[in-house]
């Protein structure tokens, strides 16, 4: 088992254990068999036909496991669903990433997947929003758009012969800033119908990339990207001018309030992930709120006692969804 | 459970380092008591009826050993951390600890205390190592208490005055060595018992009772740290300590950091040293270094010279300069280094066969009294030893062991460990010989009797359809021996081919077809490496249904053998040879003179009888090529007991006549031994067994030279071929000359010794007396352990069988060859002893006349040999005591003793007429006293 | 020097056929996409494994399949005598290309071309069978990374010391000079990944001691069995439904 890493003192140490207990137990039965290793074989009724998935393998006969992970089951198909691995891409994901290379008319993207993801610049819409051929100029320019480790944002596109496309062509992706990217593994953010979050009551904007990269940012309104750009451009032109403009100081400003939201939002995702709890918007919230509602201070959410609080907390939220 | 043991360790490099051991503690221990109903009791070896568990403490393990080793003593938990603790101090004592505990006759039970896991103590802080120690004793004894309550009460004996009192402070029962051994009310254990150190004084006052007269006598040894500092600086040199066998007042110490001997004269310098000991030594100024003395016949004390046999080889001769390595360097005889013990690194303390010294009476009252006890090997000195029942040693040979050494005391003390007979008493001497000479003449254990084939053996069907196994039985395979001779371990066959040539067979007794590798009968033949004939009686080293059955190849039986099989040109070229396998009948099993007496008698003309002939022809032809190639033929004056069947006392005595019979039988065996070494160094070069005779150097020679100068004589002794011609053209006039000459040239080799191929390099295999690049014994398995594994390598080489595992583990290998050599070695000076005490026994009721000739010259007399009993012994020519008091003169360099007048001299070679008697100086200690007539 | 005792016992007080005590523990190193400590007795192992990830260089990248890579190294603090020795040595070397090519054989590599697959091993405390207990956290590294595999690999070490086979030698009788043999096995397919040998054994005395060695991998691969299996039920039930 993974042990966490924090040094626990007993009381501490008998609660988290009692608390993960009461998940063990609310924990479907019917999964719990479910569980395979590396080479365990996987009962199989042949009679029915089959369809091998992904982490199996046949051997003498035997449907065996390749990874650890949870044997799932629609219809005939039989697959294991592996837990820790790296983020598999499914078409239409959103995710995060980041720039780790600007190639001529792509981007190459690191998205913790086996290879780097390619955002052409084909499929980007320009800053000016306009649809129209991209320019030798574009081509130049394109380190304005997104440089090298910029964190972005965009949805994957699907397999082309040179690797996983992604596109971002809608005001909503792009160039993320002011915020914190935080990386979790892919199997605890699932896939749902929304991943673009905004958290008006503490205006943060929170993005569940599906592949396990998280970004918890200061809201930004996407709606006036025209200003943005216009704002933009003129930094670009005012960018050999030494001193920068009050009116651009006051753009980069982010209120302490903000920032200090941010940080307590990404704490708490990160207590997540240290207990391997599954993240969604809801959980997140709730253990902002109570962060906030037993007055922990940002730091201390990453120590022992907030931990087994929340492991307590998600064993209660949980038990009261079993038992609607 | 796991325990982590942490240390401090020292590394060799001088660097401190942390060591982390792991520490299992275990649920399976079980205590060994049968009674038991907790425990597994099925390796338990405890009585069932054990009304008292012994445990004993370390020290009384390291000091009470004898005792320990009484059967009176049953019963006996051994503690792990006991034996450890006992490994570490004295290795020979834990081999002897381990004997007992594997002895299934004794009740000895090894504990792992440290294993277990309600046993197993953890360090305290600031507790030394032995006090921890004594506390997991004290925990195991108290484990024991609880654990067998009731059935069986435990008995702590420990002699530590701290360790008892905590043990019965704990509700340990514990007792001390002596009031344990006084409480089973059998007065003889207490002789056993080793005095502790403090009574040392007591002892003192009795051996000298004017107290004017304590001195130290030794000087104090250095502590360890200085004598490491001393021997990293080069000021000390360490070595083993070598007592000169025939001056127990001299000892040489092998040095390796200067390269040379270093003598060590007297006692004092000695310093308290055995034979034996590893030592450290401290050069003495050079102008110091003693010159040779002159070498009187007697020595400073009233040690003497006696009697004994001529030596058979340099290794056995008193040893006037050290045989040096090949790097030849001579140096002056007065420039040896000598030098003095600074300090003992290790002992070899054992225990001594010997008697009491005689005692005028017996001093000390109560019982208790104190004695001089006198080895019998004369290298050890004398060693004070307290007995309760002296009168009854006094006529006794009995073994002694040595406890200790102090500065104060001019001999060691030890203690009394067990009886073996009455002085002179036959059975008792050859006893004394045997363990004198490391003997191993326990019946064979049952598990060693074990893998002995089903009696009565015959060779089976399977034997004959096995098809590494050629059938020879249609051959006219015969043996030849001395007569008696039950072991039969060689036998021959010769056919005339049609082609003219000869086909010979030489079959050996196919020991390793019943003497697996790795089986205990293989390893006891191992330890015991050969077997040993004395006059009156053979030690084997197999069980006798081997010896003298199953494998000797007997005369009309069919029997297993391995064979090497030639084919010869009548000029006897070997054309080929071939090894296997085989089943023989032999038609006749020959003795030396039967076999003579055949060849010789021409009306003969049986088929046999031609075999044997031109067997004979062929050996002839191959000794002839053999010396011109250069061996040596060497004499020895080997002598032969007629021995009366009833009493075995020896009735005639006589040198051992050797015929032409004896001669071809060697000349076929050294021809198969020499063919198989070739054959199984081929094939194995790393791992294979062979003998060696290393060349005498120049120095190993002088005596000879000097005694040949001094006659007139000149020898070539540039090499093997060129010693043997001179050794042959030395024909003097009267017929026993050349046999002297020889003899005395014999006396200057060293013998040739085992060692594994891998070992040394190729030239050094060369075995001088033979003039054979290649030697190795293979024709007489039932007797050596060499030939067995010389068997199994030729085996091997053929395909036959694999090579055991051991083959493949040099330094194991080399340690068995240096056993063999060591028993080789133990056997050959058992032999001799046993001839010697034979000889004493023939003249005691036969004073004789007889024909003596003069080896060596000394100060105050000489030596004589005398051919007709091949016996060595000084003539005194002053009486004993007046040290040369002038009156007589020597010449070294004519070897020539004359009285100062002139009017009588004696040179060496010289016959002279001598008186030989036995004397008794002293009761029951008979000697052979040699006078001129 | 006796290794055995009359009593059957080894000098750390095990019997001849059993191993020292073993753990193993998932997820060791946050960064890694999987990483493992393991420990047989005082040795103890860490590693790390990253990937399937872009090939660093492009020129290894293979078409059909991925490239594994391995860093074996041993932490300076390892050994009683801290020895600073020099990166890439030829022992490390070589243990690095054993380790390589043991787990390259249970990858199924040909499921991820064009990447690669990095695994690095330290040694935190040696005492002996080091490359066994590297080969098992590397097991345990690459089971936990999600990579898949045909079938696990373990590994232990036997050798032979006093005419008697010894199962999982520390570093006292590896050092002895017997013949040490570290075995690695796939268990469910039954195959040898892994035979090595120094110092030479008769034929019949090898087959004994390789069967030790096959057993003390079974028994180290029931035990990474469950290690695994608890930790894929812990993550599942954690991350709730």
Redesign the interface.
């Known amino acids: 088992m993974k042990d966490l890493q924090l040094s626990l003192n007993q009381t501490q140490k008998v609660r988290l254990q009692r608390a993960l207990e009461k998940l063990e137990s609310l924990a479907s039965k019917a999964n719990s068999n479910a569980s395979v290793t590396v080479a365990d074989s996987i009962p199989v009724n042949y009679e029915d036909g089959l369809l091998k998935g992904h982490g199996t393998s046949e051997v003498n006969g035997e449907v065996v496991a390749t990874v650890c992970g949870v044997v799932e089951r629609v219809n005939k198909l039989v697959y294991v669903r592996s837990l820790r691995a790296r983020y598999k891409p499914e078409v239409g994901d959103i995710i995060v990433g980041r720039v780790i290379e600007v190639a001529p008319k792509r981007w190459r993207v690191e998205i913790n997947y086996s290879h780097d993801a390619v955002l052409m610049l084909s499929s980007m819409n320009l800053p000016d929003g306009i649809q129209r051929r991209r320019t030798a100029l574009d081509e130049l320019n394109m380190r304005s758009i997104f440089e090298e480790n910029d964190v972005i944002c965009a949805e994957v596109r699907g397999f082309q012969h040179d690797g996983l496309h992604l596109q971002a062509r809608s005001q909503k992706y792009g160039k993320l800033g002011r915020g914190q990217l935080l990386t979790v593994p892919s199997y605890l953010v699932k896939r749902r119908k929304q991943h673009f979050h905004h958290l008006e009551n503490y205006g943060i904007d929170l993005i569940l990339g599906c592949n396990g990269f998280i970004w918890v940012g200061e809201h930004v309104e996407v709606t006036d990207d025209m200003l943005v750009d216009h704002k933009s451009e003129q930094h670009d032109t005012k960018a050999d001018k030494s001193s920068i403009s009050p009116e651009d100081q006051e753009k980069n400003y982010t209120p302490q309030q903000t920032r200090e939201n941010i940080c307590r939002t990404a704490n708490a995702i990160r207590a997540l992930s240290t207990l391997g709890f599954s993240i969604t918007v809801e959980v997140i919230m709730e253990t902002v709120d109570l962060s906030s509602s037993i007055n922990v201070a940002i730091h201390e959410m990453l120590g022992a006692e907030f931990c087994v609080l929340v492991a307590e907390k998600e064993a209660v939220r949980r038990s009261m969804t079993k038992k609607k | 459970m796991l325990q982590n043991k942490s240390f401090v360790k020292r590394t060799r490099g001088g660097k401190i380092t942390k060591v982390v051991r792991e520490h299992y503690l275990r649920h399976d221990i079980y205590c060994g008591a049968p009674v038991c109903k907790v425990c597994d009791t099925s390796g338990a070896r405890l009585s069932p009826t054990a009304s008292t568990i012994l445990i004993f403490d370390t020290n009384v393990v390291l000091h009470q050993i004898d005792l320990i080793e009484n059967p009176a003593i049953e019963d006996v938990v051994v503690l792990s951390i006991v034996l450890e603790e006992v490994k570490n101090r004295n290795l020979s004592v834990y081999n002897r600890v381990r004997a007992l505990c594997s002895n299934s006759l004794r009740k000895f039970f090894v504990f792992s205390n440290e294993h277990h896991k309600d046993t197993y103590v953890t360090d305290m802080s600031g507790e030394s190592k032995n006090d921890r120690n004594d506390r997991a004793i004290r925990v195991a004894a108290q484990w024991y208490q609880t654990h067998l309550a009731g059935s069986a009460k435990v008995l702590l004996i420990t002699n530590d005055k701290e360790n008892k009192r905590k043990a019965i402070e704990e509700g340990i029962s514990a007792e001390t060595v002596e009031s344990y051994v006084r409480s089973l009310s059998k007065p003889e254990l207490l002789d056993l018992l080793v005095q502790p150190a403090s009574e040392d004084v007591k002892m003192e006052d009795a051996e000298d009772l004017r107290p004017s007269k304590r001195k130290v006598i030794y000087s104090e040894h250095k502590p360890m740290s200085e004598i490491t500092s001393g021997l990293h600086r080069g000021i000390y040199h360490q070595g083993k300590l070598r007592v000169n066998r025939y001056n127990p007042f001299e000892a040489y110490v092998g040095s390796e950091s200067i390269g040379d001997e270093i003598i060590i004269y007297g006692r004092t310098n000695m310093n308290r040293a055995f034979d034996g000991d590893i030592v450290a030594v401290e050069l003495l100024p050079q102008d110091q270094w003693h010159e040779e003395k002159s070498l009187a016949l007697a020595d400073e004390e009233d040690e003497e010279e006696d009697v004994h046999l001529v030596p058979g080889s340099a290794d056995d001769a008193p040893r006037t300069i050290a045989a040096q390595g090949s790097a030849g360097i001579t140096e002056p005889v007065q420039n040896r280094p000598s030098g003095r013990v600074v300090g003992i690194i290790k002992r070899n303390w054992h225990s001594y066969c010997g008697s009491l010294e005689p005692m005028a009476k017996p001093a000390g009252g109560g019982g208790i009294a104190h004695a001089l006890f006198v080895s019998k090997d004369r290298r050890i000195p004398k060693i004070r030893i307290q007995t309760r029942q002296l009168e009854n040693l006094m006529d006794k040979r009995i073994i002694v062991a040595v406890d200790s050494w102090d500065r104060l005391s001019r001999y060691p003390s030890g203690h009394y460990v067990r009886t073996i007979g009455v002085i002179g008493d036959k059975d008792t001497e050859t006893e004394v010989v045997l363990i004198e000479n490391d003997i191993n003449t326990r019946p064979f254990s049952s598990q060693v009797l074990a893998c002995l084939p089903p009696l009565p053996w015959f060779v089976s069907s399977e034997d004959l359809a096995n098809p590494i196994r050629q059938d020879l039985r249609q051959l006219r395979v015969f043996s030849v021996d001395p007569p008696g001779c039950k072991d039969i371990d060689d036998a021959l066959h010769c056919t005339a081919l049609p082609n003219g040539n000869y086909e010979v067979g030489v079959h050996i007794a196919d020991v390793t077809n019943f003497v697996h590798s790795g089986t205990p009968l293989d390893d006891e033949a191992s330890q015991r490496g050969t077997s040993v004939y004395l006059v009156e009686r053979r030690i084997d080293m197999l069980p006798k249904p081997l010896t003298e059955d199953i494998c000797s190849l007997r005369a009309d039986v069919e029997r297993l053998a391995f064979s090497v099989i030639w084919e010869m040109t009548a000029e006897a070229e070997i054309i080929s040879a071939r090894y296997t396998k085989s089943v023989i009948k032999s038609c006749a099993a020959l003795s030396y003179i039967e076999a003579q007496a055949r060849m010789d008698d021409s009306r003969l003309m049986d088929p046999l009888t031609t075999d044997l002939r031109n067997m004979n022809s062929l050996a002839k032809i191959m000794r002839a090529r053999r010396i011109e190639r250069g061996a040596l033929t060497l004499a020895s004056a080997e002598v032969k007991f007629e021995i009366d069947t009833e009493t075995h006392d020896p009735l005639d005595m006589g040198m051992y006549q050797i015929r032409e019979a004896n001669q071809m039988v060697e000349e076929f065996m050294l021809a198969a031994n020499v063919s198989v070494a070739e054959k199984i160094l081929k094939h194995f070069p790393l791992c294979s067994l062979l003998r060696r005779h290393p060349s005498p150097t120049r120095e190993m020679l002088e005596p000879l030279l000097r005694t040949a100068a001094a006659i007139g004589l000149n020898l070539d002794v540039s090499s093997s071929k060129a010693l043997a011609d001179s050794l042959d053209s030395a024909v003097g006039d009267d017929p026993y000359f050349n046999k002297l000459i020889r003899i005395l040239a014999t006396r200057c080799m060293t013998q040739a010794v085992y060692f594994c191929s891998g070992d040394l390099s190729p030239p050094e295999y060369l075995h001088y007396g033979l003039a054979a690049s290649l030697y190795t014994h293979f024709t007489s398995p039932i007797r050596r352990y060499a030939d067995v594994i010389t068997h199994r390598l030729l085996a091997a080489s053929l395909g036959i069988y694999k090579l055991p595992t051991i083959f493949q583990d040099g330094p194991r290998l080399t340690s068995i060859a240096d056993n063999l050599n060591y028993r080789h070695r133990n056997a050959q000076m058992a032999s001799r002893a046993s001839v010697e005490l034979h000889t004493v026994i023939f003249f005691k009721k036969r004073p004789t006349d007889t024909e003596a000739r003069i080896v060596r010259i000394r100060s105050n007399g000489f030596f004589v040999f005398v051919p007709k009993y091949g016996i060595e012994g000084p003539v005194y020519l002053t009486p004993r005591g007046e040290k040369g008091s002038g009156e007589w003169y020597v010449d070294e360099q004519q070897q020539k003793i004359r009285k100062m007048d002139g009017s009588i001299s004696y040179s060496v070679l010289q016959t002279v007429f001598i008186h030989m008697e036995i004397v008794e100086p002293q009761p029951n200690r008979p000697k052979l006293q040699l006078s001129l007539v | 020097m006796e290794y055995v005792?009359?009593?059957g016992?080894r000098?750390?007080?095990?019997r001849p056929m059993?191993m020292?005590?073993i753990r193993g523990?998932?997820?060791?190193v946050?960064k890694a996409?999987?990483s493992a400590v393991f420990e047989m007795?005082?040795t103890k192992v860490i590693a790390a494994v990253y990937?399937?990830?872009?090939v660093q260089n492009r020129s290894q990248q293979m078409n059909d399949r991925a490239l594994v890579r391995c860093e074996y190294t041993m932490a300076n603090f390892s050994t009683?005598?801290r020895m600073r020795k020099p990166k890439g040595d030829r022992r490390s070397t070589e243990i690095s290309l054993v380790i390589r090519q043991t787990m390259e054989a249970c990858i199924?590599t040909h499921l991820?071309p064009?990447?690669q697959i990095d695994i690095f091993v330290q040694v935190l405390q040696a005492?002996g069978g080091t490359r066994s207990a590297c080969i098992n956290a590397a097991t345990l590294a690459l089971?936990?990374?999600?990579?898949?595999?045909?079938?696990?690999v373990t590994s232990c070490s036997a050798g032979y010391l006093n005419?008697t086979p010894l199962l999982d030698l520390?570093y006292?009788e590896d050092s002895a000079g017997g013949a040490d043999v570290t075995l690695g096995i796939?268990?469910?397919?039954d195959k040898v990944t892994l035979l090595q040998m120094d110092a030479?054994?008769?034929?019949d005395?090898f087959e004994n001691v390789m069967q030790l060695a096959i057993e003390g991998c079974k028994a180290v691969a029931t035990y990474i069995?469950e290690?695994?299996?608890?930790?894929?039920?812990?993550?599942?039930?954690?991350?709730?439904?």
């Open positions: 005792s009359p009593e016992l000098l750390d007080g095990r059993e020292r005590q523990e998932i997820g060791v946050d996409d999987g007795g005082n990937g399937p990830r872009e009683g005598d199924m991820m064009r990447t005492d089971s936990d990374a999600g990579i898949p595999m045909r079938d696990l005419s520390n006292v796939m268990p469910k397919l030479k054994l008769p034929l005395i069995r290690v695994l299996l608890e930790n894929t039920k812990q993550l599942e039930y954690r991350r709730g439904t």
